[in-house]
């Protein structure tokens, strides 16, 4: 298990995962912070990123931040 700090940019223009300098990654999703809209994208984005199930990503903090921790498993 990995887990990766995450800067989230909800309600872009264009989704997409990039590394940020320093570490971690900045994740753009098109979706709105609404009843965990963006949260689900986040956790899409970031498996497909990684070629891994959605199932195999999991927050574990930051659920209403744009700064989260995210787990990665495998």
Do not use: C, D, W
């Not at 320093?22 to 994208?41: C, D, I, S, W, Y």
Request: charged share 25%; no cysteine; hydrophobic share 45%.
């Amino acid at each position: 298990m990995v887990k990766i700090h995450v800067h989230v940019v909800a309600n872009a223009r264009r989704a997409g995962v990039e590394p940020l300098e320093g570490g971690g990654l900045r994740v753009a999703v098109t979706a709105a912070p609404h009843k965990g809209q963006a949260n689900r994208a986040v956790i899409e984005a970031l498996a497909e990123y990684f070629r891994i199930p959605r199932s195999r990503v999991r927050i574990l903090l930051g659920r209403t931040a744009r700064r989260k921790v995210v787990e990665i498993e495998g």
